[in-house]
RNA sequence: GGCGCGGUAGCCAAGUGGUAAGGCAGAGGUCUGCAAAACCUUUAUUCGUGGGUUCGAUUCCCACCCGCGCCUCCA
């Protein structure tokens, strides 16, 4: 089986190749940087870095765009209750999102992009549409006029032709001919920031910036757009109209949507108090590994039930996989090749691969890991597991870290190994001596530190918790 | 109301027209100076409910119940 993608355009599991054979061209909708993200949207970037890193895995090079989108009205509204500029008051905020991303282990796109950098792609684009009768003015905004796209609606399969002109009058809704029309330049009000256009001063629309910057960087066509389902509509269908109504061309290949998080049941929401940015999980001592291990390990398909139990749960198995990554990296095995450990590397290789295959079922694969986890575990008790067994099963680890990646500890400023060492050593002529007064107290000594020993038949081994 | 996703053990969760992966938690055991780690045994005669198709359904069909999402703020 080759990489299978559910594609929302379809809604069929197809099969996927990049259009030009090798390299993936990829654009994901990033964070509107009016506050920090929390870990519905952190759900959504681990499955774009997940599926980046299969992607790799599955020998293509990446193209990968992600824009963050630092114009929009709660933006100018709360800069403006800071009596800031908006780049003064997103700058804090881009600088979380990327501390936020880095912390997660989330994969740097090749471009991420500023809307505010790219206002005059954004100009040519909206120019493009106007030459071909696509857009109309009103009170001083550009607005898409659907009425003369055809295929408009033809991701989101919605029934449009009910909305009706005049339903709902937000802060920013001008006068539309047709209620399903969208905003491609607003006005500015009063004191708002605007830049000068060939059709009047003002600001980008929601929908524009993502069409002018994907395909600036990836082309008319590209291969992948990602986001929370939530944008499927409107804004990718208006993605849709925008780039396809311009360049005539097919805008996207493969649309993959992502679901939503739930926080222990329920829909995530201030009201409720079960609203979590990352470091508010960090603070209650949570580890970034868990929390993206919590994240990446239901398929992005599924709504994901995000509790403190599975968070417990999480941090206990990435423990279990790294107390067996470590047995294989320091324990010393018997000469030799157990064959049919050789074959159980190649089966849970292969599960793991078809798994992640197949819509990158993250669920499944984990299964296969543990799996071998525990056979090789077995193996190694019963001194079946042999040196010639070593590197594969390693190697086995490290595919499963290239997709999971939280195996690896954070180098930080611990107790530095050769103390760590000193310790032991005089621990183990302490028991050697029967002094199990001494040797407890050393244990609980570096325990206090942060490093767990483990004594085994000849030798102890320690590890950083 | 329209469109869509889902309901599998205490919790999370995979999966299939042929009789239920995996993780966590629980119980018992092996090993150990103690501990940790690891392993073994055990925990759903059953997959929201009721019908139907079938030799056989959790898996297909219909109805119903419940949860969630979208229907121009939204990952």
Redesign the pocket.
Known sequence: MSLHLYNTLT?NLEGFEPSDGKKVHMYS????VYDH?????L???AFQDVLRRHLRCCGYDLLHVMNI?DV???IIANAQKANQSISEYTARYIDAFKKDTKMLRLETPEHITLATDHIDAMITLIQRLADKNLTYQSEGSTYFRIAHFENYGKL?????SG?K?G??V?Q??YE?D?????ALWKAPKDGEPYWESPFGPGRPG?HIECSAMSMQYLGATFDIHT?????????HENEIAQSEGATGQQFVRFWV??????VE????SKSLGNFYTLYDLLDQNYSPEAIRY?LI???Y?????F?F??L???T??I??LR??KR?LETETFPEGEASELLAAVARARDQFTV?MD??L?T??A??????F??????K???EDFFEGNRESAIDLLTLFDSIFDVLTMEADCRIPVEEIERFIEE?SRA?KN?D??R??EI?VELQRQGV??????DS?HWKYV
């Open positions: 809604r909708c990033g964070p509107t993200v929390h870990i519905g949207n759900r959504t970037f989108t929009d009205d709660k989101t399969r919605l029934d449009t909305m002109t339903g709902r937000d920013d809704e539309k047709d209620i399903r029309d969208f929601w986001g929370g389902v939530d944008l499927v509509f409107p804004h949507h992502a679901e939503h998080l739930l049941g329920q829909k995530m919590s390990s239901v398929p398909r599924k709504q994901l039930n509790t139990d599975g417990k749960a999480a206990i198995a423990e279990r107390n067996f047995r798994a197949d819509d079922n669920a499944q984990l299964g296969a890991i543990f799996d986890v525990r056979d090789a575990n077995t190694i008790d019963s621990r028991r029967r199990f007064a040797a407890d244990r767990v020993l483990e004594d085994s038949r102890t």
